[in-house]
């Protein structure tokens, strides 16, 4: 049943690539435009990267998830999902899980490229791949509970931006914590087990809290 | 056995309905009716399980469907005023995908025959949203088909529907209480079903 939900995702997020790619593009642009702004200072463009790559991932992150049940509230699925015979923790965690692999997924991979611009030693562009294979499902994680809580409002989106932003610091200070020590020359691995506990706190509770949501929205 | 006991529900300030109480049998066909706006597809919400009643509760074998939860949801086949089908999906497709969802693996000469039935054996390749509004009906019928639950909550289940896709939902519902199921309908129209026992609700009174 998890299978067929999540290649359900799959297709549908495949028919409709463009929103994906868009997603992306912007991840790519807003990455970009810090080091056309900001000049080509090596030490400045090393001391920003991290905090950057980050910032944007965040953002770009926020964009996919109106779509995340958006689509499935307006055409009926969603309820016809909440009715099946399955726990909605499960549908909540297979719906997150095909978010990740389609929105976040594709920005991991393309991180590294990005950081090529800000001149990261091969070291720090391999952290920066595994902080945000690490930190991203946190994004997703989260996402799900303010896209579920802001289902069917007008100006959802904004509203997706102040409720789930502020969650999203923690993963912010430590990711940009495992790059910033990688360039530093220093070990990254306590940041990156502190983002390995958020992963699995958000694992418990968050779909959690989000099939609680859906519920409300949904009635 | 599906009872509904002193339900009442209430929409903003207003109360669309209070004390309502009736239960309804395996074969028996419980037809909804109401002006608009009397609370038709809220009951049929509080009894599909999705939305709470403000008062009251509502019971299948003798069990709270709240406690129930997961198990009752089996029992159930919903079919609201959209049809819960995906628009960039095949017909096919979106019968196999939820059928699979729902724990049922549906194999595609199943889903075929199923599409037959309803009359959509030449569209079946295509997504859905080239397809008509009735056709899309149609599609939401074969889903209702494809499922293997006891009790049939249907919202205006006959909208948009040709003739002959009236006899044929007619038919279907007919060989469901046939067979032991219950069917709650909610309509303006005449159903002409075949059905022995008919239960008439009218929330306008």
New interface residues.
């Given amino acids: 049943?998890f299978?067929?939900?999540v290649?359900?995702d799959l297709?549908?997020a495949w028919?409709?690539r463009a929103d994906v790619l868009a997603t992306l593009f912007f991840f790519v642009i807003v990455v970009s435009l810090f080091p056309l702004g900001i000049g080509p200072e090596r030490e400045t463009l090393k001391t920003i990267a991290p905090g950057v790559v980050w910032v944007a991932a965040l953002l770009a992150s926020m964009l996919s998830l109106g779509r995340m049940f958006g689509n499935d509230y307006q055409?009926?699925?969603l309820?016809?999902?909440?009715?099946?015979?399955?726990?909605t923790y499960l549908?909540v965690l297979g719906k997150t899980l095909a978010h990740w692999l389609v929105s976040e997924l594709p920005l991991v991979m393309i991180a590294p490229v990005l950081g090529l611009q800000f001149g990261l030693s091969e070291n720090s562009l391999v952290i920066i791949v595994l902080s945000l294979l690490v930190g991203t499902p946190v994004l997703s994680l989260v996402g799900s509970i303010g896209a579920a809580l802001t289902l069917g409002l007008r100006a959802a989106n904004v509203l997706v931006a102040l409720l789930v932003l502020p969650l999203y610091i923690p993963v912010l200070i430590f990711g940009t914590g495992a790059v910033q020590a990688s360039v530093n020359g220093t070990s990254p691995q306590a940041w990156l087990l502190l983002l390995a506990a958020t992963v699995v706190l958000s694992l418990v509770f968050a779909p959690w809290a989000t099939s609680a949501a859906l519920k409300i929205s949904?009635? | 056995m599906l009872e509904a006991i002193n339900l009442s529900c209430v929409r903003g300030t207003r109360r669309l309905f209070q004390g309502l109480n009736f239960s309804a049998t395996p074969g028996e066909l419980i037809e909804l009716r109401g002006e608009n706006g009397s609370g038709k597809t809220s009951l049929l919400?509080i009894l599909?399980?999705?939305?709470?009643p403000a008062e009251g509760e509502v019971r299948w074998q003798g069990k709270k469907i709240r406690s129930l939860g997961?198990?009752y949801?089996?029992a159930?086949?919903?079919l609201?005023?959209?049809?819960?089908?995906?628009?960039?999906?095949t017909a096919i497709?979106n019968l196999r995908?939820?059928s699979?969802?729902?724990?049922n693996t549906l194999s595609k000469p199943e889903a075929q025959a199923i599409l037959e039935q309803v009359g959509l054996s030449r569209q079946q390749n295509l997504?859905v949203r080239f397809l008509s509004a009735g056709q899309r009906r149609r599609v939401a019928l074969a889903r209702l088909l494809t499922s293997k639950a006891t009790l049939w909550i249907l919202d205006e289940v006959l909208t948009s529907l040709d003739d002959s896709a009236i006899k044929l939902s007619g038919r279907f519902i007919g060989d469901h209480l046939a067979n032991g199921g219950i069917a709650i309908v909610a309509t303006h129209q005449e159903l002409n079903f075949a059905a022995d026992r008919v239960q008439r609700i009218n929330l306008s009174q």
Avoid: C, F
């Fill in positions: 049943m299978g067929w939900l290649w359900r297709i549908l028919r409709r055409d009926g699925t309820e016809q999902l909440l009715l099946t015979p399955q726990s549908i949904v009635e | 919400r599909s399980g999705l939305a709470e997961e198990e949801s089996g159930v086949a919903y609201a005023h959209q049809n819960g089908v995906k628009d960039e999906l497709e995908i939820a699979g969802i729902a724990g997504p």
